[in-house]
């Protein structure tokens, strides 16, 4: 999955600053993976100005994101994968309950 961040040189220009595949896919289960995009570690997000900043996507992270961070990711099935969806209710102080139903 090719991935294209931007950011700002020292100047301040905006500007491309990875043009590449994505570093970091995991196979999940037969059929399916998963592909870490980008992450952050708090809110709001450090949004760094300069060519040198970290590429938050080349990390190692679970399922679940940095404490007060993000996690996006793109999760892939292939054709003809079985397919478990979760419904997450939203409940106060960001706490969900789970529901898992079997699809095909």
């Given at each position: 999955m090719r991935r294209?961040?931007t ?6 220009r905006?500007?491309?600053l990875?043009?590449d ?8 289960r ?6 870490l995009?980008?992450?952050t570690?708090a ?6 100005i300069?060519?040198n900043?970290?590429d ?8 679940a ?5 993000t996690?996006f ?8 994968a079985v ?9 106060p ?8 139903l079997r699809?095909?």
């Amino acid at each position: 999955m090719r991935r294209i961040v931007t950011g700002h040189d020292a100047n301040g220009r905006a500007k491309v600053l990875i043009d590449d595949a994505a570093p970091n896919v995991r196979p999940a289960r037969e059929g399916k993976t998963a592909t870490l995009i980008w992450c952050t570690d708090a809110m709001p997000a450090n949004i760094a100005i300069g060519e040198n900043v970290e590429d938050m996507g080349a990390r190692s992270l679970g399922t679940a994101p940095p404490a007060c961070g993000t996690r996006f990711a793109i999760n892939t099935t292939e054709p003809g994968a079985v397919v478990a969806f979760i419904v997450i209710d939203a409940v106060p102080l960001g706490i969900g309950t789970g529901t898992t139903l079997r699809g095909t």
